[in-house]
């Protein structure tokens, strides 16, 4: 489903944020993307996206060269890809049901399909009777779940959360946790870098480590820290 | 399709909305500069009708001494009557002359004059108007002539009159059409702004470009038309009420051409506006 050939990217500042990455992840995998801040996951998450191009190497998205996208197919490529973060990115004024029919409406959905799949998606994270309040009016981790909702409510292929549970309690984060894995279980494949360690080893799902834009670990049943674990 | 129509006019009007006082702002100054152009485009066309109208009836006067002999007048007339430029000549006497300056002139003023004091005239159609200069030259020095007037100079210094307030008209709108432009461009700024939160989220969740564009660029468009709408009806009220050329009517389509104009320029400005608004403030 993923596929990264030797993959490198320095910013145009010179920063370098990855060095020769290469890696597969199938379709239906869970992946956690670990490592220190500045370690270059978010740019991981980007480039899936293609809002960076890597300056070597290739990276593959269900079997296709994402580099030799033309400009206009962009975001085709993105409605096949979910993105959740760390600060939410919802609409403030307007509804949960609003925040989830936009992703739809902006991508030229017929209304009967929003109305149907809406109230489903909203169903499936818990949120139906918040479906007409405000962002606002939500506490954090419900209002994570309304981007989870957005963010699969076109049922895309792979799903990308940088850092979903960081701005969550444990117990929200449980509950985000409990969705994207019943959104992978679907036969999504889930991309999720994190920071949180508790999380990461409860879950015992493969793991990739970065460090200064190194992959220093890729471990099918992984836990966070790499001193339990067996590295590359 | 028809859901993007929705979504795309539900756009368009909330950011005209949002941004009301801009909005004003823009479509007023897009007005008065298209009033603007309107009115020299107007100008212009009625000076051409004008001299055009002058100068079918052009002729020359060939004004003697009063005190030329017959043969001076004998003269000058079997030299108009030879010449190819000339078409045809009618000779006024001084009684003539007297009846005719009696007829135009106020009474104070023509109490005065004498039969004796009039000059006689020769009153000649050239075959082209250009050819009154020649005819002008031609005779001035000649012994018995008094003077040779062409209104060919009025017209000139009339058509030089209005090119004159033509220029200043069209160096005005310039400037203000400019300034139109740079304001649609600020407001559709301010609109993209407003949204820029929307704007990312329908990066992210894969909207194509022109999905995102597009009722930024009907926004401008709409502010270029209800500019022009306004600068039509102005220039339409002026044309009816306040005729820049009190003899000459100008006809119809004159007006329906100009208002064309003021329309397609006023709708392509919008457009430039938020073109390069898009261009440089919303990147997709
Ligand atoms: N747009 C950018 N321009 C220049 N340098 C950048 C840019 N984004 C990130 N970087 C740099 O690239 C490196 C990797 O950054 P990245 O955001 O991928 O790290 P991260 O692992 O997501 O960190 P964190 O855990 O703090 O979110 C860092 O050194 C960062 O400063
Ligand atoms: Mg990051």
Request: proline fraction near 4%.
């Amino acid at each position: 489903m993923i596929r990264f050939e030797n993959v490198s990217k320095t910013y145009k500042n010179g920063t370098p944020a990855l060095k020769d990455i290469s890696l597969d992840i199938e379709k239906g995998e869970f992946v956690f993307l670990v490592g220190a801040s500045g370690s270059g996951k978010t740019t991981f998450l980007r480039l899936l996206l293609r809002e960076e191009l890597p300056d070597q190497g290739r990276i593959l998205e269900a079997g296709r060269d994402i580099g030799e996208l033309p400009k206009w197919r962009v975001p085709y490529l993105r409605r096949n890809i979910g993105c959740v973060f760390q600060d939410f990115r919802l609409l403030p004024n307007k509804t949960v049901f609003e925040n989830v029919a936009f992703a739809l409406e902006v991508i030229g959905r017929p209304r009967t399909t929003v109305e149907s799949q809406v109230p489903q998606i909203l169903e499936l994270v818990g949120l139906t009777d918040k479906s007409n309040n405000l962002p606002g009016e939500l506490s954090g981790g419900e209002q994570q779940r309304v981007a989870v909702a957005r963010a699969f409510v076109n049922r895309p292929l792979i799903l990308l959360a940088d850092e979903p549970t960081g701005n969550l309690d444990p117990a929200n984060s449980e509950s985000i946790m409990a969705l994207l894995e019943r959104i992978n279980r679907t036969g999504t494949t889930v991309v999720m870098a994190t920071h949180d360690k508790a999380l990461v080893d409860r879950m015992r799902r493969r793991v990739v480590e970065l460090d200064r834009g190194e992959m220093i670990r890729d471990q099918v049943r992984g836990v966070y820290g790499i001193d339990e674990g067996v590295t590359l | 399709m028809r859901v993007y129509l929705r979504y795309a006019v539900r756009e368009t009007f909330s950011n005209l909305w949002r941004n009301r006082m801009m909005t004003i702002a823009a479509v007023l100054t897009v007005a008065v500069s298209l009033s603007l152009v309107g009115s020299a485009l107007l100008l212009k066309q009625s000076a051409a009708q004008a001299s055009a109208q002058w100068q079918q009836g052009t002729r020359v006067t060939i004004w003697m001494q009063p005190t030329a002999t017959t043969a001076e007048i004998a003269n000058v007339q079997s030299q108009l009557a030879n010449l190819p430029i000339v078409k045809r000549c009618e000779f006024f006497t001084q009684q003539q002359d007297y009846n005719e300056a009696i007829k135009i002139l106020p009474p104070s003023e023509s109490k005065v004059l004498t039969v004796a004091a009039m000059p006689p005239s020769f009153r000649c159609v050239p075959t082209v108007p250009a050819n009154a200069f020649t005819v002008e030259a031609t005779f001035s020095n000649q012994p018995g002539v008094y003077q040779v007037t062409a209104p060919e100079q009025q017209i000139r210094e009339m058509n030089h009159a209005i090119r004159v307030l033509q220029i200043v008209f069209l160096a005005l709108a310039g400037v203000l059409l400019l300034s139109a432009t740079v304001l649609i461009l600020n407001t559709i700024r301010m609109a993209i702004f407003a949204r820029r939160r929307e704007v990312s989220v329908m990066k992210l969740v894969g909207a194509t470009n022109w999905f995102i564009r597009i009722p930024y660029i009907t926004e401008g468009f709409i502010q270029g038309l209800l500019g022009s709408a306004v600068a039509i009806g102005a220039v339409t009220a002026l044309h009816t009420w306040y005729p820049l050329h009190n003899e000459f009517q100008l006809s119809m389509s004159a007006l329906l051409g100009t208002n064309a104009v003021v329309l397609i320029v006023g709708v392509l400005i919008g457009s430039v506006g938020s073109a390069i608004a898009i261009r440089r403030f919303l990147d997709v």
